[in-house]
């Protein structure tokens, strides 16, 4: 038999019994980051494709969205940190190698931009919109000069905000479930379909329903992938990955995962996109909503399962 | 200047005097600490084997916790030993998740605390308390790059192992088997 | 006391660099944390002390941060008790002054005794109210129904008060309920008992064999500290334990004995000593008596004879024997500390004295040293009164080798019992909780029940402090003065407690105590001096010291008057013996009606279902003392009940689950104990540490957590030759339906 066993009555608060020292806010906002980043992406790539007209509601109308989330998100941040009073030193300093640093100056850029996009297309949903001060009317302009350049930096960001997050939970080494590189690119794919979903759900064009829907299975048949990849990856590695994918494979987090992650979040809205696009007519709803479900879902289960996952007892 | 503290697993008896010390040498609040003593017992009775470890922060030379702070709060001074600033710490909690030594806590006032090898008492030509109340007088600490500190002396006379070595993190915490 | 706060020049050991360090660390500041700054700002002075959390009394220096509160207590280099360094419970010991569970206020009983009734009085109500009731209680029974029971530094001046009144009864617990036996085997053998600390030479010794002992989860500082330099010399220990100690883990051999069959391992390694021819001749021909009868008696007890009863086998104990004796005379067979288990037990530490004085152990490098104390003069006082009557004169058949009162002997003599024409009518109960130290709660209870006066003297709300009538808050060792220590060492030393700080609420020490109540009582005339620093600094300046000189240094070493640590080649040592000799065939048990040598007697063995309830220590608690403490309960706050995994199966019991346990008499335990499933325990005993499991709601931090051995050790196994309580001979089964019962966490 073996033991290994802290004897010292060690109890600290949020490490022991098992680690815990992030919560819901960490999870919610890493999805509205990831569907920010998904709407504003899509936003900036039809826009710099020209397609502005065909796809309004997605370069338009859908990106007022992301200002919101990215917000409350950054609310839900804050709310987490222990020691508020000093959030303000994440913008003394940017540290490379830290990707939380990056975020931080990444979400100053991405919820600036965003607001400006939104700001430039504030007559989409009040028409008579004045702004008022010359100065603001003075920025409008300028940025309706300089848009494209705009959504470049749109566009940039936007990929960054959605893979960051996955980087960042990569870079933790000392928690065996997140330390896979295929988890920036999986954390991108979850923001673009969260992203291409919202689209779907917002529009009322038929076309611009259908290549949304398109690119969602893809993005869906991608994430997939990528999932499987990952499994793939832990139990070909060493103990500590193996047992963090067993967490998922008969562990404590294998129903909440499978069924809500994979199942309604993935392949349901997979199958129903499938269906759409070979003329069943399904209500835009259901996959919307089950896709959108399905990214949160997939960032909780990570967050708290990542968090249990460890290398000593 | 390297420090490191090395701690001799057939000598420990578990009594736990370096967490208490640690407590009122650095005011750790009730109810944390940033030390620790781990049992490891392996066998079938009567044929048994016990290990005894007194743990704490590695002070890594790769450390993990000082990568992913976002401030800059989590760094290293001279002598490879690992501090937090108390000031620039928004307690984001990253270090935290980030060690895989479980080293640190978030301290009530809201910063993150850990061991730090009690650097005002090492300037001072003092061992960190932990060391220094120790009854079995099982811990050493000193300058590895100092071949005749305690702790070098010591390491050449004896086996020893870090904590999963493999994670690596370099870690400065040797075990005396 | 001075409260302002003065820069004392600190000792020479780098005081000047740390104070310009302390200046230094502060113009650093800004990125230091909270907990660095109070360090350093700690400096501000630091006062004598010596430790109260257990008996060894290690000196320290208290040291407080910049607000003047108590921070933190380390040892003073100086004293040989501790070197320098102190045990988790001294270290922790801040946490007794900081505990906000500590009495504040004198408390007198309103309701029956049980009903935790009490309303906070003055000292001066408090006082009275004693005084009256001890005033009628010596008129109507005599003083001498008056019985002090006490565990602590604040004993002394209850003593003082008693044997003023004339009153001999003056109990520790840790005489029958603890180390009696071996005091009372080590004296009849060697004619001198072991005392505290023992003079165990453990640092220079190259074999040490512990049978009973688990030094390492035992913290005797001073003999865990050498055991840790007897390692790094190579020094081999045996082990001898059915459970894997602390200890057992660093022993070369580990003997896992069957519970209770001690005394046979003992006798077949006297047999292997004695046919092996491996005693130390010269000693043994010089300074034993009796080594014919003894080699006459162990003739059967053979290795294979023990093996059978023991479990150990014959070859282990062969060459575990040859070890000893390979070793001697630097060898201690140690003998233990709480020895008091089935009742025979004073001659199984006969057999402990035995071996080592053929060994040669005794007086020798390695082995047993001479202590010298020092003998501080008293200040003048009358001489006390005779006693009328003793327990002695009462009961002149009785244990008759023990040479103290003992604590169970006063509580079963306060008993009322028709066939005695008189008992006990009064208890002062200072510094020791009576209800877990002595076995069989319920026989306790009858007692108290049938006191006319209950005084219970403590800092903490202990569970005796509920049934008493009055309750007398304690000021912690931290917060005053006592006698100074002159324990027995290597060399003879003097160690000041002097107070770090004021009185906590309306806290007292005892010193205050009890001459308010020799003021009422009219027995002033045996405490001369009103103010103790006054007493104290009489008392060094007749031994050529000050109590200025021992504030600044606060150890005092002395020289020894003769060079005789050890016993010079053929020196000619006469023993406080009958015969002038180490006994190895017992006169004095002989003359009492007692088998002069040991004989190996069979003991109860657990009913089937059943496991033999073992107890012990962890480093990290000294029992009552420090179950409430904040820094000690962070590092232990409940106790586990130890399960062999066998065991275990059958049971259905796994780690962590919370289970009853019940005793053959139907007793079962007042909370539930989490279990430890560990190869550690033997499959026919259970293990736990005892000191846990309170009952006392205003101990808020350990209120039900873990459950209480003393609660289940009603069968008391009693010592014939010395009244020692036996509490190993329980066995307990589980009871793993809670019905829904919660558990405290």
Redesign the interface.
């Known amino acids: 038999m073996n033991e290994e066993l802290i004897i010292s009555g060690r109890e600290n608060l949020m490490v022991d019994p098992q680690l815990h020292i992030w919560h819901w806010p960490i999870p919610l906002y890493l999805f509205l980051g990831g569907l920010a980043a998904g709407v504003l992406f899509f936003a900036a790539l039809y826009y710099l494709l020209g397609k502005e007209e065909q796809f309004r509601t997605a370069v338009r109308r859908v990106p007022f969205i992301a200002p919101i989330a990215l917000v409350l998100g950054l609310a839900a941040l804050f709310y987490d940190l222990n020691h508020k009073a000093f959030f303000w030193q994440l913008y003394t300093t940017i540290r490379i190698q830290s990707p939380m640093s990056w975020g931080a100056w990444t979400l100053l850029v991405i919820t600036t931009v965003s607001v400006i996009w939104c700001a430039l297309h504030i007559r989409e949903f009040f028409p008579d919109w004045d702004w008022k001060y010359q100065w603001l009317k003075d920025i409008e302009s300028f940025f309706n000069r300089y848009k494209k350049p705009l959504a470049w930096v749109m566009l940039i960001f936007a990929i960054i905000t959605g893979v960051y997050t996955g980087i960042l939970l990569s870079a933790f080494n000392a928690r065996p479930l997140w330390n896979t590189s295929v988890l920036g690119p999986l954390f991108l794919a979850s923001g673009l379909s969260a992203g291409a979903a919202s689209i779907v759900l917002a529009s009322k064009n038929r076309e611009e329903r259908l290549l949304f829907t398109k690119i969602d299975l893809i993005i869906l048949g991608t994430e997939l992938f990528l999932i499987v990849h990952m499994f793939m990856g832990f139990l070909a590695s060493t103990q500590v990955q193996i047992e963090a994918a067993e967490l998922f494979l008969g562990g404590e987090y294998t129903m909440v995962f499978w069924i809500f992650v994979v199942v309604l979040g993935i392949i349901i809205p997979a199958v129903l996109d499938l269906m759409e696009l070979r003329g069943k007519h399904i209500p835009a709803l259901i996959p919307g909503v089950l896709v959108l479900i399905g990214s949160f879902a997939f960032r909780f289960v990570f967050v708290f399962a990542g968090q249990v996952s460890r290398w000593l007892y | 200047m390297r420090y490191a503290m090395a701690v001799d697993t057939k000598k420990c008896v578990g009594c736990s005097d370096c967490v208490v010390a640690c407590q009122t040498e650095n005011n750790v609040p009730i109810g944390f600490c940033r030390d620790w003593v781990v049992e490891v017992m392996d066998g079938t009775y009567p044929q048994l084997e016990i290990e005894l470890r007194s743990e704490r922060c590695n002070h890594c030379g790769n450390a993990p916790c000082v990568r992913c702070c976002p401030t800059g709060a989590s760094h290293i001074v001279d002598g490879g030993i690992v501090l937090v600033k108390p000031n620039k710490c928004i307690g984001c909690g990253a270090c935290i998740a980030s060690c895989p030594y479980d080293a640190r806590y978030p301290h009530p006032k809201g910063y993150v605390d850990k061991c730090t090898f009690c650097i005002h008492r090492v300037k001072e030509g003092m061992k960190p308390a932990c060391v220094a109340v120790c009854p079995t007088k099982c811990m050493y600490f000193g300058d590895l790059d100092d071949p005749n500190s305690d702790v070098s002396v010591i390491l050449r006379k004896r086996k020893s192992k870090t904590l999963i070595p493999e994670a690596g993190t370099q870690p400065q915490l040797y075990f005396l088997i | 006391m001075a409260t302002r706060r003065q820069f004392i020049r600190i000792s020479a050991m780098?005081a000047g660099?740390?104070m310009a360090?302390a200046a230094?660390?502060r113009l650093l500041g800004?990125?230091?944390?909270?907990?660095?700054k109070?360090?350093?700002a700690a400096l501000t002075g630091r006062t004598p002390t010596y430790c109260e959390v257990c008996f060894w009394k290690c000196a320290g220096w208290v040291y407080k941060?910049d607000k003047g509160s108590i921070?933190?207590?380390?040892?003073n280099n100086e004293d040989l008790n501790?070197n320098g360094?102190?045990?988790?419970r001294g270290?922790?010991g801040?946490g007794m002054y900081h505990d906000e569970d500590r009495l504040r206020k004198p408390l007198i009983r309103t309701d029956d005794r049980g009903t935790q009734s009490f309303r906070e009085a003055t000292w001066e109500e408090a006082f009275d109210y004693i005084a009256e009731k001890i005033k009628v209680i010596s008129a109507e029974h005599g003083p001498e129904c008056i019985a002090l029971f006490t565990h602590g530094s604040g004993g002394k001046y209850f003593s003082t008060l008693l044997r003023a009144l004339g009153s001999p009864h003056i109990a520790a617990p840790s005489y029958a309920q603890c180390r009696g036996p071996r005091e009372v085997a080590f004296q009849a053998t060697f004619g001198e008992s072991l005392d505290s600390p023992e003079p165990l030479d453990i640092r220079d010794t190259k074999c040490l064999v512990l049978i009973g002992s688990h030094l390492?989860?035992n913290?005797h500082?001073g003999q865990?500290?050498e055991?840790?330099?007897a390692?790094?010399k190579g020094a081999t220990i045996i082990t001898v334990d059915p459970r894997?100690s602390?200890a057992?883990?660093?022993s070369k051999y580990?003997l896992?004995i069957k519970p209770a069959t001690d005394l046979a391992l003992l006798l077949a390694w006297i047999n292997v000593i004695i046919s092996e021819e491996l005693y130390d001749k010269p000693y043994v021909e010089k300074y034993t008596y009796g080594f014919e009868y003894l080699k006459e008696h162990v003739k059967n007890m053979t290795p294979e004879w023990a093996y059978g009863i023991t479990t150990i086998d014959p070859t282990v104990i062969r060459e575990t024997a040859r070890e000893m004796a390979n070793a001697a005379p630097a060898v201690i067979v140690h003998p233990g500390r709480h020895v008091t288990w089935y009742g025979d037990d004073t001659q199984r530490l006969r057999a402990v004295a035995i071996l080592n004085a053929l060994l040669g152990s005794w007086g020798r490098r390695g082995g047993f040293f001479r202590t010298e104390t020092f003998a501080l003069p008293e200040p003048p006082h009358p001489a006390y009164p005779t006693p009328k009557r003793t327990w002695r004169t009462e009961f002149p058949d009785l244990y008759k080798l023990a040479d103290t009162v003992l604590a169970n002997g006063v509580c079963d003599a306060t008993v009322p019992d028709p066939s005695r024409n008189c008992k006990f009518q009064a208890w002062i109960v200072n510094g020791t909780n009576l209800m877990e130290t002595l076995p069989n709660q319920e026989n306790t209870l009858k007692a108290i029940q049938a006191l006319q006066l209950l005084v219970v003297v403590d800092t903490m709300p202990m569970e005796i402090t509920g049934w008493a009538d009055v309750v007398l808050p304690e000021c912690t060792y931290l917060e005053r003065y006592d006698d100074l220590r002159v324990g027995p060492h290597r060399k003879p030393q003097i160690a000041l407690r002097a107070p770090a700080a004021e009185p906590s609420s309306d806290t007292k020490p005892a010193f205050y105590m009890a001459r308010e109540l020799a003021k009422r009582l009219g027995v002033i005339d045996y405490f001369p001096f009103e103010k103790i620093e006054d007493q104290l600094d009489w008392q060094l300046k007749q031994v050529g010291s000050s109590l200025e000189e021992m504030k600044r240094i606060g150890v005092k070493t002395l020289d020894r008057t003769a060079d005789d640590l050890y016993f010079y080649p053929d020196e000619d040592v006469e023993f406080y013996t009958a015969t002038g000799k180490i006994e190895l065939y017992s006169t004095a048990l002989e003359g009492a009606g007692f088998d002069p040598m040991p004989k190996y007697t069979v003991h109860e063995e657990p009913p089937a279902g059943f496991y033999r309830l073992n107890y012990g220590r962890a480093?990290?608690h000294t029992f009552s003392r420090t179950s409430n403490n904040?820094?000690?309960?962070?590092?232990?706050?409940e106790n586990s009940v130890w399960v062999?995994?066998r065991v275990a199966k059958e049971w259905g019991l796994s780690t962590g689950q919370y289970v009853h346990l019940v005793n053959q008499d139907g007793k079962k335990s007042e909370f539930p104990i989490r279990v430890r499933?560990?190869?550690?325990?033997?499959?026919d005993s259970v293990y736990m540490v005892h000191g846990f499991g309170h009952q006392e709601k205003k101990l808020r931090r350990c209120y039900g957590k873990g459950a209480s051995d003393t609660n289940l050790i009603t069968k008391v196994l009693v010592d014939p030759v010395m009244g020692g309580t036996g509490m190993r001979g329980n066995f307990v089964t589980f009871i793993t339906d809670l019905a829904g019962e919660e558990v405290v966490s």
């Open positions: 780098g660099a740390v360090g230094g660390i800004a990125g230091l944390t909270d907990g660095q109070a360090t350093l941060d921070q933190k207590i380390i040892g501790c360094r102190l045990c988790p270290t922790g801040v390492g989860e913290m500082n865990v500290q055991m840790s330099d390692i790094d894997f602390t057992a883990g660093k580990w896992p480093p990290m904040p820094n000690l309960t962070d590092l232990m706050d062999n995994p499933v560990t190869e550690r325990i033997r499959w």
